[in-house]
T-cell receptor
């Protein structure tokens, strides 16, 4: 199956700093990628839909100025958490559409803000 | 309203036995797809099985089968011959092809396989 990578797999940062998470489709091109957030023992919550070459579409309640998404190429989308705070600590998962029907997930990035 | 409902927060099953994880859904879109994912403690989302709303037969993939009852709007996952490695969180998800491209997930069921 298609492979989606995320980097870094885990990151610790200090409160007030920004952190960038990369999501790459390794063996296919993805015009659409999704970013999810997951708290422990909870479900995945869609944060935004990222379309190559255009602005991301954010879900209600997600601060677009805090969670900056850039989908600059058909194989790369980035999520930047700006001015991170401890409440931003979470597991962030990206996924990419290989075809209209097939969606593949990255391994996730665990963010801890101290 | 919840689009995907998983009513079992946790389930236990004895090794080698079968287990059914419940999932009900709600949609007015006649064209939709139902998915099951497994998420072990590592966090990776592993695709298990897919059922399309127009599929006549229940989907099967190895030890996984999907009991699709369209009229009842249920899409239960059946795992046969449970293995210790099946212990994980399981999520049911739906995509409505007419309206949205994103998956909507249920709250998940934590399955523990007992030796």
């Amino acid at each position: 199956g298609a492979v989606v990578s995320q980097h870094p797999s885990w990151v610790i940062c200090k409160s007030g700093t920004s952190v960038k998470i990369e999501c790459r489709s390794l063996d296919f091109q993805a015009t659409t990628m999704f970013w999810y957030r997951q708290f422990p023992k909870q479900s995945l919550m869609l944060m935004a839909t990222s379309n190559e070459g255009s602005k991301a579409t954010y879900e209600q309640g997600v601060e677009k100025d805090k969670f900056l998404i850039n989908h600059a190429s058909l194989t790369l989308s980035t999520l930047t958490v700006t001015s991170a705070h401890p409440e931003d600590s979470s597991f962030y998962i990206c996924s990419a559409m290989a075809t209209t029907y097939e969606q593949y997930f990255g391994p996730g990035t665990r963010l801890t803000v101290t | 309203a919840q689009k995907i409902t998983q009513t079992q927060p946790g389930m236990f099953v004895q090794e080698k036995e079968a287990v059914t994880l419940d999932c009900t859904y709600d949609t007015s879109d006649p064209s939709y797809g139902l998915f099951w994912y497994k998420q072990p403690s590592s966090g990776e989302m592993i695709f298990l099985i897919y059922q399309g709303s127009y599929d006549q037969q229940n989907a099967t993939e190895g030890r996984y089968s999907l009991n699709f009852q369209k009229a009842r709007k249920s899409a239960n996952l059946v795992i046969s011959a449970s293995q210790l490695g099946d212990s994980a969180m399981y999520f049911c998800a739906m995509r409505e092809w007419g309206s949205a491209r994103q998956l909507t997930f249920g709250s998940g069921t934590q399955l523990t396989v007992l030796p």
